[in-house]
């Protein structure tokens, strides 16, 4: 089993930045890939970006709708990973979720997920 803690969410202007931190706990083995997701009110829950933890740097992948603002990365020693947001835009508005699976393969669809985060609102406004 393991248990994530989100933080870092909170309000911004279009064109600023948040970082959001998931401190996460428990068996590595089951957290060898997590991601950052997302949902907004009225629509499905979306894959953000993703890390491999279990080696080196990790590998990372993001949806289209973020790639070249928002960079994902990991404190293997805090066992903490990170989602810097820049160029904040209105419609990344929405809960961001902090998710973590056991196999270590690169994946943004949320359902292969077993274990999450409570969640943390960011606001941006225009």
């Known amino acids: 089993q393991v248990q994530l803690a989100e933080s870092g969410g909170g309000s911004a202007q279009a064109g600023g930045s948040l970082r959001l931190s998931c401190a996460a706990s428990?068996?590595?083995?089951?957290?060898?890939?997590m991601g950052w997701f997302r949902q907004a009110p009225g629509k499905e829950r979306e894959g953000v970006a993703n890390?491999?933890?279990?080696?080196?740097?990790?590998?990372?992948s993001y949806a289209d709708s973020v790639k070249g603002r928002f960079t994902i990365s990991q404190d293997a020693a805090k066992a903490t990973i990170y989602l810097q947001m820049n160029g904040l835009k209105p419609e990344d508005t929405a809960t961001y979720y902090c998710?973590?699976?056991?196999?270590?393969?690169?994946?943004?669809?949320?359902?292969?997920?077993?274990?999450w985060g409570q969640g943390t609102q960011v606001t941006v406004s225009s």
């Open positions: 998710a973590a699976r056991g196999e270590p393969l690169k994946t943004l669809e949320a359902r292969l997920y077993k274990n």
């Open positions: 428990g068996s590595p083995s089951s957290r060898r890939c």
């Open positions: 890390i491999t933890t279990a080696f080196g740097d990790g590998d990372t």
